[in-house]
């Protein structure tokens, strides 16, 4: 009889809990979608990426760079040269190429843009009177 009781007394908070918890999730930036296994964003051409770039190592050592398709490119055919990656027909390497640069790009490391120099200590008086106290 005890457990039934207990339930009941528990439920209200469980369901705050969980209206909160939804209310966070509604409120949280949108976030792209990542493949469990590999941790790549899901979008065009992830699969491909998925599918090559994670047999010699892990795709980790691919998402945590970034760079531009210059720099992706750059990084295959160094691969190519001198660690035995095999040659990606086109359009393979386009899709590979275009999606790193897409999303693995070095203006997206997650981080919040530089501050304005007005911003920083010191910058304040460029600010005049609105630097009064
Ligand atoms: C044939 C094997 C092989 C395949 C397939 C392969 N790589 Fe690599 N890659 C390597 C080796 C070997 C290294 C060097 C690992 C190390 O230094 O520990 C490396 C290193 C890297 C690095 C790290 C570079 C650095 O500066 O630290 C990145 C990023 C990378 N690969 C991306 C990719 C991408 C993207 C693909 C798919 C197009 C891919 N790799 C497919 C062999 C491969």
Redesign the pocket.
């Given at each position: 009889m005890k457990a039934p009781r207990l339930a009941l007394r528990r439920a209200p908070g469980g369901a705050l809990l969980a209206a909160a918890l939804v209310a966070v999730m509604a409120s949280a930036p949108a976030r792209a979608e990542t493949d469990p296994e590999s941790g790549l964003i899901k979008a065009p051409g992830w699969e491909a990426?998925k599918a090559?770039?994670?047999?010699?190592?892990s795709h980790q050592?691919?998402t945590?760079?970034r760079g531009d398709a210059a720099f992706?490119t750059g990084?295959?055919r160094w691969?190519q040269a001198t660690?035995?990656?095999?040659a990606?027909p086109e359009p393979l390497e386009g899709e590979?190429v275009s999606y790193?640069a897409t999303h693995y790009n070095e203006t997206d490391w997650g981080r919040r843009p530089q501050l304005p120099p007005t911003l920083l200590p010191g910058g304040e008086r460029t600010l005049g009177e609105a630097a009064a106290p």
């Open positions: 990426v090559q770039c994670g047999v010699c190592h050592l691919v945590a760079q992706w990084l295959i691969m660690q035995n990656l095999w990606l590979i790193l």
